[in-house]
């Protein structure tokens, strides 16, 4: 019931909720490490979008 209700007001705040719940996933697109495991995550910007490399996979790319 929640869940329905939800579906429906977040058709106004979808781009809003789509932000937040990419940016609190911070991990490397390769191999999935992320800032908990003590690896440095940078963004790039490809052609399909904005993708998150540790340390190793971003120099690599
Ligand atoms: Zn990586």
Known sequence: MMKMQG???LQNTTS???IQSSVS???CYVCGKGLSEGHSISAKTLSNGIV???DVHYKMQ
Request: glycine share 0%; with cysteine; net charge neutral.
């Open 7 to 9: 579906r429906t007001m």
């Open 25 to 27: 996933i911070v991990e």
């Open 52 to 54: 998150l490399f540790c």
């Open 16 to 18: 809003r909720h789509e």
